[in-house]
């Protein structure tokens, strides 16, 4: 197998690009056991994802897992499916074209904004060659999860690291680790809150369950689960909204072993057998609708608080398109831009006598 994959054709003078590249975790083709099965077999084979030795691991997922989970999830996909597929899918994309527009109305109309899927399509291979074939010799990426984990951002890196191996001509890379804890997200969700307050009341209980990970991952030094409750406290200081009126949470266990606690589904049943009637509950860990959100949060977890003797259930959606959302993504983007976008561009003048200099020392370009 050849190391380094086919490079555009190089021309001299041509101006160099900047571009963005929002990357989500990734979504089947369709809500199908014959496309979960790819999709788990992708997601579930990162040695970042699950963390035992192969040899234990591949008998699981290949003996037992993908042979049964992918109808299971079908299932759970196909009832928030929508007419535009996969609703993370939709949002990320919706999200890219309106981080470009914003980006566009603030004068910065020269930068190329992609977006891809971690697992699934489209590919970060897919959108990186996309770039690469532009002329971006500066890319920004940007996982859309806001606070860091191994199992989220880390492996995104991961990723983009192994494409760039295979590159001969590589560009400048930076990437946005978090941002948990940035200001106008924060603001954002404390606006979605307040809007959700204003339209149906504030109920008894503001819950924010985030996507769980193994408790193993925090004992060996993941800083997610800090980083979950630094966003909780900073929302919770935004919305001036007391420490007993809120619960942090974790959802989407995977497996026997212990996750981090409280979970999310046990907690909803407990608050409401315990005497709270009312719940609002949303999900900061998630930037977009998805799988996890709608029909985890807001269909199980909804009839599990129900059942057990809970009156009202509030779900917030996430911040998906979001004005607020997509004006602190702007800056967020533009603050890790920094000097890239200083950088002059040359002239059309400048560009054919460069070109012309190039000639006259021998390039053949």
Not at 77 to 82: E, L, N
Not at 325 to 335: E, F, Q, R
Not at 359 to 364: D, E, H, M, T
Request: hydrophobic content about 40%.
């Amino acid at each position: 197998m050849t190391r380094f994959w086919q490079e555009p054709a190089y021309v001299h003078g041509k101006p160099s690009q900047t571009g963005i590249l929002l990357v989500n975790l990734g979504t089947p083709a369709a809500p199908t056991a014959a496309a979960l099965r790819p999709y788990l077999a992708q997601f579930l084979s990162d040695p970042r994802v699950v963390e035992i030795p192969r040899l234990i691991w591949w008998p699981i997922l290949h003996g037992i897992i993908l042979r049964t989970r992918p109808a299971k999830s079908a299932q759970k996909y196909a009832s928030v499916w929508t007419d535009e597929g996969s609703p993370l899918k939709a949002h990320t994309e919706k999200q890219a074209k309106l981080l470009a527009g914003f980006l566009t109305n603030a004068g910065q109309r020269d930068l190329m904004i992609s977006w891809a899927m971690r697992y699934g399509a489209p590919s970060i291979r897919s959108r990186l060659d996309e770039m690469r074939a532009a002329g971006c010799t500066r890319i920004l990426v940007l996982p859309l999860y806001p606070q860091f984990a191994a199992s989220t951002t880390a492996t995104v890196i991961d990723e983009v690291s192994d494409c760039l191996r295979h590159w001969r001509n590589l560009p400048e890379v930076r990437y946005i680790r978090s941002f948990g804890d940035d200001p106008g997200y924060i603001q954002a969700l404390a606006a979605s809150v307040r809007a959700h307050w204003q339209r149906n009341g504030q109920a008894e209980k503001l819950v924010l369950s985030f996507h769980g990970i193994p408790r193993r991952a925090l004992d060996l030094g993941d800083p997610y689960h800090c980083e979950c409750h630094k966003t909780a406290r900073l929302l919770g200081e935004a919305l001036q909204l007391p420490t007993d009126r809120m619960l942090v949470s974790f959802q989407s266990r995977f497996g026997k072993a212990e996750w981090l606690q409280p979970y999310t589904q046990p907690s909803l049943e407990s608050l409401a057998k315990k005497g709270t009637r009312s719940v609002d509950v949303m999900c900061p860990g998630f930037v977009s609708d998805c799988l996890e959100t709608l029909e985890e949060i807001n269909m199980e977890c909804r009839e599990a608080f129900l059942h057990a003797g809970g009156e009202r259930f509030g779900y917030i959606p996430c911040l998906n398109e979001d004005d607020d959302w997509i004006s602190a993504l702007m800056t967020l983007s533009l603050t890790h831009l920094g000097n890239w976008l200083t950088d002059p561009h040359p002239d059309a003048g400048t560009l054919t006598l460069q070109r012309s200099r190039a000639s006259a020392l021998g390039a053949n370009h």
